[in-house]
């Protein structure tokens, strides 16, 4: 891999203050926030340059000459389901995105201010709802989002969202704005809400990675793969890196980056899989995960001894919304081809886009909304969140499939690890493990069959007209191919019971490995429990929380 011709040989006289892993949500946030303090920073993403704004070069062939490229244009976001090569990560066994921005590069940029029940349900102390707002508000300033992106204020195509509409009301669902009313998630609907500004993705890629670059201590190396920390003991030094495969289309750095000596620290923001692979390739994890990378070909000659390794449990706690798609027909519902345009896009709609950044390429692919929100109590007395997600796309042209997303309130959970090859995969998948979850399932489809079976004209097609729901429920696997969401989180979970003593975190409140005195984990990864919505606008506050506590915290102090 290092003999790439583009592979640049780290300069082993510069130090890093901060030293960040992986240039998602979680990465680019705090790259901005210990910028902005004054230290330099050096922020590490493996893959490639994605967006227009940052060089990325990905598109189809009527965006050339644009500085437009395929992680932009939102009519292009499902893209990534038609052509992952080069842009979802490699090395594991569930989607995620390997590319500048992570999965704000690929995602549908669904935004959702959280709900206080998300923090104040799954998070430790320090972390509640009250703790949690400045840093929510912070966030929404530079991020509004848009329920409305296409700039002439149209909505387009909008029959599907009206015929389920039509159904919710008479059920006696509340039409929202979501994001002005977080807390209102029971029995209400609205528009999906997406992180787009002038049509085009925006997020943390447009705002927070902009502001950490313009400034003259920040650097930013792509196509460069962290390897492992290099630590003596509990203290970081620096980081192996390597030139990433993807490095051959673009320049990357291989060999030890240095900390700055004394009070340098390193950031793991590698994702949910990522950071907790890091951590195992550098000692840090279970036992038999650790037992594994020694007994791999590619890392057991230079792993760090045995004596030095601090047992915590990464890999466990792994958490996921458990999606379950239901499916009807309408006759009024219309399909647009949004995979289609990626080869063959009506002229019209690209004309309106590239002039006006208007017209159907300016909603996100494919058609998403309504959203709705209930809650369902269960025998177990545990209240759980469900969100549904419609979109126009299914066995017909005139089907749309919702699915079923169960958040905050959930107990199941699974487990990921490392496997000898040093790719990742889910060992134990969280779907369903306990009753209370499968219970949640099927009241809440059956629920929802009940309203929208009211609706004139509707024909289901799973389940089916005569199916019950449990056996519907029952014969999907519980497995990611079929069950995953893409919002996987939990695997380096924070908390205050030491997971050295047999407790459950893997990061202290400070977001600093248990152990290290100057390793901490910003990312999704530290998310004690699942919560009610698609998951980035979360992630994001949770990094300026982190951000916040590392800088109050002195160097040195364990
Ligand atoms: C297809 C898809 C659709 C989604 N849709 C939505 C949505 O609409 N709304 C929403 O809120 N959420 C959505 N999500 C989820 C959301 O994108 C993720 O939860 C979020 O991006 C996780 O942020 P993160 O910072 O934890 O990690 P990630 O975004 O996964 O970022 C981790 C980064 O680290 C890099 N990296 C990993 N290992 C290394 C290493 N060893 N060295 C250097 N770099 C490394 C990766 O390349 C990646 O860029 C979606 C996810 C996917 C995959």
């Not at 400034?215 to 003596?232: D, H, Q």
Request: charged letters at 20%; hydrophobic letters at 35%; a neutral charge.
């Amino acid at each position: 891999q290092d003999a790439n011709p583009n592979c640049t040989a780290v300069d082993s006289d510069k130090t890093y203050d901060y030293v960040i892993i992986g240039s998602g949500p979680g990465g680019m946030v705090t790259a901005d926030r210990l910028s902005e303090a004054g230290h330099s920073v050096l922020l590490i993403e493996k893959g490639p340059l994605s967006s227009g704004r940052w060089n990325g070069t990905m598109k189809p062939t009527w965006l050339e000459g644009t500085n437009l490229t395929r992680f932009d244009v939102p009519g292009l976001f499902n893209q990534i389901w038609a052509d992952s090569s080069g842009v979802a990560c490699e090395d594991l066994d569930v989607m995620a995105g390997c590319v500048l921005g992570g999965g704000a590069a690929v995602n549908s940029a669904l935004w959702w201010k959280p709900h206080p029940r998300d923090w104040d349900l799954n998070f430790p102390e320090g972390w509640k709802n009250k703790d949690m707002q400045t840093h929510v508000d912070k966030v929404w300033q530079r991020i509004p989002g848009t329920y409305i992106p296409s700039r002439d204020g149209k909505l387009y195509l909008q029959q599907g969202f009206e015929t389920l509409s039509k159904g919710l009301e008479a059920a006696g669902f509340k039409y929202v704005v979501p994001n002005d009313h977080p807390d209102q998630k029971n029995h209400t609907y609205g528009h999906s809400t997406f992180f787009l500004e002038n049509a085009e993705r925006h997020g943390p890629l447009a705002t927070y990675l902009v502001s950490a670059a313009k400034r003259e201590k920040f650097s930013l190396w792509t196509n460069t793969n962290a390897r492992r920390l290099v630590r003596t003991g509990g203290h970081v030094t620096g980081v192996e890196l390597q030139c990433a495969k993807q490095g051959s289309i673009g320049p990357g750095y291989s060999g030890v980056v240095k900390l700055t000596p004394g009070t340098g620290r390193v950031i793991v923001s590698a994702g949910t899989m990522g950071s907790a692979k890091l951590l195992m390739r550098s000692g840090i994890g279970p036992e038999d995960s650790l037992n594994i990378v020694k007994n791999s070909e590619i890392d057991g000659p230079t792993m760090i001894s045995s004596d030095q390794w601090i047992k915590l449990p990464v890999g466990y706690n792994l958490n996921d919304h458990v999606g379950t798609d239901i499916q009807i027909a309408h006759p009024d519902v219309v399909f647009y081809d949004f995979y289609g345009a990626w080869d063959n896009p009506i002229p019209a709609d690209v004309d309106s886009y590239l002039k006006n950044r208007s017209g159907m390429l300016a909603q996100v692919a494919p058609n998403l909304g309504p959203m709705f929100w209930q809650t369902i109590e269960g025998s177990d007395g545990i209240v759980r969140h469900i969100q549904w997600q419609a979109r126009v796309e299914g066995r017909t042209n005139t089907s749309m499939t919702i699915t079923q997303y169960i958040g905050t309130g959930t107990t199941s959970r699974g487990r990921m690890n490392i496997l000898g090859n040093l790719n990742t995969r889910v060992q134990t998948p969280p779907y369903l493990r306990d009753a209370g979850d499968k219970e949640a399932v099927i009241q809440g489809i059956d629920y929802i069959r009940g309203v929208f079976s009211k609706i004139q004209n509707l024909t289901w097609i799973a389940p089916r007209e005569n199916q019950t729901t449990s056996a519907f429920v029952n014969l999907i696997p519980a497995t990611p191919g079929s069950r995953g969401s893409n919002h996987w989180t939990g695997s380096c979970t924070i908390g205050t019971d030491d997971g050295r003593a047999g407790g459950k975190a893997v990061v202290d409140l400070d977001t600093k490995v248990y152990g290290t005195d100057n390793v901490f984990v910003v990312d999704a990864s530290i998310f004690p429990g699942m919560i009610t919505g698609n998951p980035t606008a979360a992630i994001i506050a949770v990094a300026e929380r982190a951000s916040e506590r590392i800088l109050a915290l002195k160097a040195g102090t364990s």
